[in-house]
């Protein structure tokens, strides 16, 4: 008989209040086991927040977690068993080393994984005598996350991981995210880049003001934004911009520079092709791609101008 799996983590109806302030207003959510859920939101959304809570580092008013089980709120001592984590504001002590920052997070445990391939696996075991001060910033993300797989979680909390990073030293973390994940952990990634969001999670909650606004795939996400699809095409004939926004499934056509882009639903490219050509234009360089998840996560969160990519 088919055998329901446990939820990795539940988060039911939290809410987390800063005197006046709501960092959390009511969010629950699932997180099921071996996935990489992504919490993605602007700045102040609650992300941290929520996540600290799921770690038990901070207590909700209102609400209940469980992560494999354990109450975070009550039972810390058997979380650290199960939970790695690694926070947004944690700063290592700038003259430690990385054996030495290994070799403390090791004593923490009661079955550690061996530091030194944990090091080498993490691209750190030529660096082990170097100072935290005087790593990359890529570096120090790596170590960062050795410590929080050290005690060999079955989840582990990764929050603005890349914030920072150079291009390259983002993508070489990206790929130690996925070889987490294909170990068999369990990844909650925090985010505000929606380009992060989009190439690693399996599921993605999209977080403003203390509150989820959409919960799916990156795929369902897209689908459901303004702009699954965007067609662009050059010409320069007058396009008749006013009819392509009354067209079924458009939500937005607009010009620059003789380049026409229209926005919206699967589907619409094809109707586009076949209005134009009814118009009489033939459209040059025509392109049709996907849409990101930038117009979905832009129709769903209100501040916009806070987003940093
Ligand atoms: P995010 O991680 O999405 O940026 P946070 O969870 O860190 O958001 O913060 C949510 C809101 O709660 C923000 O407005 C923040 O200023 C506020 N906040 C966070 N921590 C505290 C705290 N210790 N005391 C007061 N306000 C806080
Ligand atoms: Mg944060």
């Known amino acids: 008989m088919h055998q329901e799996r446990e939820p990795a983590v539940v988060v039911d109806g939290l809410r987390k209040t800063y005197g006046e302030k709501v960092a959390v207003d009511e969010i629950s959510l699932i997180v099921h086991e071996g996935e990489i859920f992504g919490i993605l939101g602007p700045n102040g959304a609650g992300k941290s927040t929520t996540v600290e809570a799921i770690a038990g580092l901070r207590v909700g008013d209102r609400g209940r977690i469980r992560v494999h089980g354990i109450d975070p709120w009550t039972d810390r001592a058997a979380l650290t068993e199960v939970l790695g984590v690694q926070l947004q504001e944690a700063k290592l002590q700038p003259k430690i080393t990385v054996q030495e920052a290994l070799e403390l997070w090791s004593a923490f445990y009661p079955d550690p994984e061996p530091w030194a391939p944990l090091a080498e696996r993490l691209g750190l075991g030529t660096h082990l005598s170097q100072r935290f001060e005087d790593l990359s910033g890529g570096q120090q993300q790596r170590l960062s996350i050795a410590l929080a797989l050290i005690g060999r979680p079955r989840v582990v909390v990764l929050d603005e991981l890349t914030t920072g990073l150079d291009p390259r030293a983002r993508r070489e973390v990206w790929d130690l995210v996925r070889d987490v994940r294909d170990r068999g952990v369990t990844v909650i990634l925090v985010t505000h880049s929606m380009e992060e969001a989009q190439t690693l999670c399996d599921r993605i909650a999209i977080v403003d003001a203390g509150r989820i606004r959409a919960l799916d795939t990156p795929a369902g996400l897209i689908d459901a934004g303004t702009a699954a699809t965007i067609t662009t095409f050059d010409t320069s004939a007058a396009i008749d911009l006013v009819s392509l926004r009354e067209m079924d499934g458009v939500t937005a056509a607009y010009s620059a520079n003789g380049t026409v882009t229209v926005e919206g639903a699967e589907g619409v490219a094809l ?39």
């Open 271 to 309: 109707a586009v092709i076949e209005a134009l050509r009814m118009q009489g234009v033939s459209p040059q360089r025509l392109r049709v791609a996907a849409g990101s998840l930038d117009s979905a996560y832009l129709d769903l969160t209100d501040t916009p101008q806070e987003i940093t990519r």
